[in-house]
């Protein structure tokens, strides 16, 4: 039989943010509340919802709710089974901010959760909770959750505008300001503020643009660098190094999934 085992993350650099995962478990909960906005998913089994707005919910594989701050409710799994599922918690405040700097509204506290069954969000949402149990760095675990609940349909939300153009010399500065940093360096909250954005919505204005959030933007223009320090013969360690990569196992597993070798086996090729 499958074992029942359960993971938490969270991390002090981005206190707005937990997730947490369990796998075949048979844990219940009594009715209870949370004081932040919570995401849930069901990967497998099935679990009975109570905090929708039209009683009960039986909810399978592939099903999302979204149960603001305050919101008394309970999910437990199916009697005499068990259910695999992920919950990812969000501090209220922070994300209240997020959505106004980029004109957009949210769930408000205390309001009935809202049940998603589209197979895209849920692949979206399980994309998301993996770069947050992984090795990726703060900032780009931090820019993942902007994209997320930026992009996620809050009940009554109207359709997203499109994207803000950026103009040719806003677009060209902003690369040139990115193409001069250090991985470690890049913060949305600059950039945006110089931009006159909001997080988010610089994100959608330079992926629009580009194909690439900032973030992304940057880390392939230092594996393409790479690509050519590496050509020349160097040292791994003093590319690494140059480029701006904490160490030399972090630029290691960056331009592997770039490039699908890692650094030593493109230089000996």
Same mark, same amino acid.
């Given at each position: 039989?499958?074992?029942?085992?359960?993971?938490?993350?969270?991390?002090?650099?981005?206190?707005?943010?937990?997730?947490?995962?369990?796998?075949?478990?048979?844990?219940?909960?009594?009715?209870?509340?949370?004081?932040?906005?919570?995401?849930?998913?069901?990967?497998?089994?099935?679990?009975?919802?109570?905090?929708?707005?039209?009683?009960?919910?039986?909810?399978?594989?592939?099903?999302?709710?979204?149960?603001?701050?305050?919101? *008394?409710?309970?999910?437990?799994?199916?009697?005499?089974?068990?259910?695999?599922?992920?919950?990812?918690? *969000?501090?209220?405040?922070?994300?209240?901010?997020?959505?106004?700097?980029?004109?957009?509204?949210?769930?408000?506290?205390?309001?009935?959760?809202?049940?998603?069954?589209?197979?895209?969000?849920?692949?979206?949402?399980?994309?998301?909770?993996?770069?947050?149990?992984?090795?990726?760095?703060?900032?780009?675990?931090?820019?993942?959750?902007?994209?997320?609940?930026?992009?996620?349909?809050?009940?009554?939300?109207?359709?997203?505008?499109?994207?803000?153009?950026?103009?040719?010399?806003?677009?060209?500065?902003?690369?040139?300001?990115?193409?001069?940093?250090?991985?470690?360096?890049?913060?949305?909250?600059?950039?945006?503020?110089?931009?006159?954005?909001?997080?988010?919505?610089?994100?959608?204005?330079?992926?629009?643009?580009?194909?690439?959030?900032?973030?992304?933007?940057?880390?392939?223009?230092?594996?393409?660098?790479?690509?050519?320090?590496?050509?020349?013969?160097?040292?791994?360690?003093?590319?690494?190094?140059?480029?701006?990569?904490?160490?030399?196992?972090?630029?290691?597993?960056?331009?592997?999934?770039?490039?699908?070798?890692?650094?030593?086996?493109?230089?000996?090729?």
């Amino acid at each position: 039989m499958p074992r029942s085992h359960a993971a938490l993350w969270r991390d002090s650099a981005l206190p707005h943010v937990e997730s947490r995962r369990a796998c075949d478990s048979r844990a219940c909960y009594k009715a209870h509340s949370h004081p932040t906005f919570s995401i849930g998913a069901v990967d497998a089994g099935v679990s009975h919802f109570t905090g929708a707005a039209h009683g009960q919910e039986r909810l399978t594989r592939g099903t999302l709710v979204m149960v603001p701050a305050h919101r *008394v409710h309970a999910c437990n799994p199916a009697p005499r089974q068990a259910w695999s599922y992920q919950m990812l918690h *969000v501090d209220a405040e922070w994300l209240i901010q997020l959505r106004l700097e980029s004109g957009l509204a949210g769930a408000g506290a205390g309001e009935p959760a809202r049940i998603c069954r589209e197979p895209l969000v849920y692949a979206q949402f399980c994309e998301l909770n993996s770069v947050l149990f992984s090795s990726a760095s703060n900032r780009e675990k931090d820019a993942a959750l902007i994209v997320f609940l930026g992009d996620l349909d809050f009940s009554a939300q109207p359709p997203l505008a499109p994207a803000p153009a950026l103009a040719a010399t806003a677009l060209s500065g902003l690369i040139a300001r990115i193409e001069g940093l250090d991985p470690a360096q890049l913060s949305l909250e600059v950039l945006a503020r110089e931009a006159g954005l909001g997080r988010y919505q610089l994100i959608r204005a330079f992926r629009a643009a580009t194909g690439f959030t900032p973030h992304a933007y940057l880390l392939n223009a230092r594996v393409n660098r790479g690509r050519h320090l590496l050509s020349e013969g160097q040292a791994l360690a003093d590319v690494a190094y140059q480029l701006g990569f904490a160490d030399q196992s972090h630029f290691q597993r960056v331009f592997k999934a770039h490039v699908g070798v890692t650094p030593g086996q493109y230089r000996r090729d």
